[in-house]
């Protein structure tokens, strides 16, 4: 074990990376020259014909082909027949090193025999539902308290999504207060309240297809790390019914996308305090991926509220949870204990003994690993090298990171915003579109990634995997059109 209990090994210089962006934002884009980009297409058609096959037939009976929104579909999806550590193959036997890691949750690495072993040991007992009381629910929960002393109590649900509108729904009937604050771009899971702001920040309700305007009228949103518009948006709620929380990922929106200041998590505490709002973090990635004691030990600031995702079951179906000040979640207590005051929540296969035998073995698992921390040492030998490439083809991208979130910024979509509508308007989708064919190109040279754009290491991601993926990132670098 090393001293450092926490996967950031030096937080990134933000105003440096913000420069790189805005830099980036304000050239024309450099994807892949169009005969390359044309033999990357052709990879798929030539060596994936059974994914191909799959996922066109998988159309006529699913929305769109496919159920995962993270699911790469450029050109086509690809279709997963097994996951190893850092290693992902697919139907048509092509291996991949596996930067999505299921969109965050896996940070022991893909499918991880110890804590399988334990997942088929509670199946033969006991299989994975039963709807009444297991030990191991009380052993998670025990768990995630010795790691993140704040959350004193915790109410284990069925996803990231439902653990968010849980906080909300608990803010509200703690506080008395109507409005919730998010920060735009951030996404917090799709419930009615919170599809605001998605993504592009200053969007409001641009995504909010089928909700009632109703849903989302006690939403805000304020710019990324404007804490003036923070503050203003708590005064102008003061009559309007209050403030019942603010909700931030801790990294900043995106998974960090968009990095926070160091003391940005402070100040909005602060702010809270002084509006009598809850903070809640959304540790939904960085639950245990920072560090067990997560974002908010890391960054030093205690969260009213903590919500929890993925990770809390190690990638195991079902995985979500809220935990945080007794005397708030004691709102949720239906019987013993009631306060009276029910927010009411439920969940038929909420904390089944299935998601609670993975969790709790997971983080046992990634303290006595410490995976965290080997997890982001990898997250910085692939950004050093990624930084590397940059420099070496001359290329306006931004490689940075926060240990073992990954962030590799080549078209700039994630920064654009309502602020320039007409830059908007003209340039979200041909980035966007090169953003798509950035993961495409990278996944025919062996590497999978989320949209293109941001990694998640874990513990599997040794030296040699890392060199493994540099060399194919140098592959498409390679390829790039000159300025
Ligand atoms: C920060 C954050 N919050 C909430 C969610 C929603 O979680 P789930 O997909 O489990 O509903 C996600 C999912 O990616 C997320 O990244």
């Known amino acids: 074990m090393t001293s450092q209990l926490y996967a950031i090994s030096e937080y990134p210089n933000v105003p440096e990376v913000y420069a790189r962006l805005n830099a980036l934002i304000r050239q024309p884009i450099r994807p892949v020259r169009r005969e390359s980009m044309q033999a990357y297409l052709d990879y798929f058609d030539r ?58 949750p896996t940070l022991l690495g893909s499918n991880y025999g110890p804590v399988r072993e334990k997942v088929f040991e509670l199946l033969r007992s006991c299989g994975p ?35 968010v509108m849980a906080a909300v729904r608990a803010a509200r009937a703690f506080t008395r207060k109507r409005n919730v604050i998010k920060v735009g771009g951030a996404y917090h899971g799709w419930s009615d309240q919170m ?81 009598g709002a809850l903070l809640i973090f959304d540790e939904v990635v960085t639950g245990f991926r920072l560090g067990l004691g997560g974002a908010q030990g890391y960054f030093g600031v205690k969260p009213d509220l903590t919500t929890f995702g993925k990770c809390v079951s190690g990638g195991y179906p079902m995985a979500g949870g809220v935990g945080g000040r007794r005397d708030v979640i004691l709102r949720f207590a239906a019987g013993i204990g009631g306060t009276g005051e029910r927010a009411y929540i439920g969940g038929t296969l909420s904390a089944n003994p299935l998601s609670c035998v993975a969790g709790y073995y997971a983080l046992l698992e990634i303290e006595r ?84 754009s941001r990694m998640y290491t874990s513990l599997a991601d040794t030296d040699a995997v890392i060199d493994e993926a540099l060399a194919g990132f140098e592959s498409v670098f390679r390829n790039i059109v000159p300025a």
């Open 195 to 275: 599809v605001y702001g998605l993504h592009v920040p200053g969007t409001g309700r641009m995504e909010a297809k089928g909700i009632p305007g109703s849903a989302t009228q006690n939403t805000r949103e304020f710019y990324p790390n404007d804490l003036g518009a923070l503050k203003r948006l708590l005064i102008f709620n003061r009559l309007r019914g209050g403030t019942a929380a603010v909700i931030v990922e801790p990294v900043g929106p995106e998974s960090g996308t968009r990095p926070v200041p160091f003391d940005f998590n402070q100040k909005v505490r602060e702010l809270c305090d002084e509006f």
């Open 47 to 104: 060596r994936c014909p059974r994914s191909k096959d799959l996922t066109n037939e998988a159309q006529q009976y699913i929305p769109g082909g496919v159920q995962h929104n993270l699911a790469f579909n450029y050109p086509f999806p690809i279709a997963i027949d097994r996951a190893d550590g850092a290693y992902l193959w697919d139907v048509d036997g092509n291996r991949y090193i596996d930067f999505l890691q299921a969109g965050g």
């Open 129 to 163: 539902v039963t709807g009444l009381f297991h030990e191991y629910e009380l052993k998670l929960a025990q768990l995630i308290n010795r790691y993140m002393p704040a959350v004193e109590m915790f109410r284990m649900l069925g996803s990231g999504t439902e653990s």
């Open 369 to 452: 690993t410490n995976a965290a921390v080997i997890a982001g040492q990898a997250g910085d030998r692939l950004t050093r090298g990624l930084t590397a490439l940059v420099e070496k083809y001359g290329l306006p991208y931004a490689a940075y990171n926060q240990g073992s979130i990954v962030h590799l910024e080549t078209s700039g979509t994630m920064l654009l915003d309502l602020k320039n509508p007409l830059r908007l308007m003209r340039e979200l989708n041909p980035r966007k579109h090169m953003m798509e064919e950035m993961g495409a190109a990278y996944m025919a040279s062996g590497i999978i990634t989320l949209a293109g």
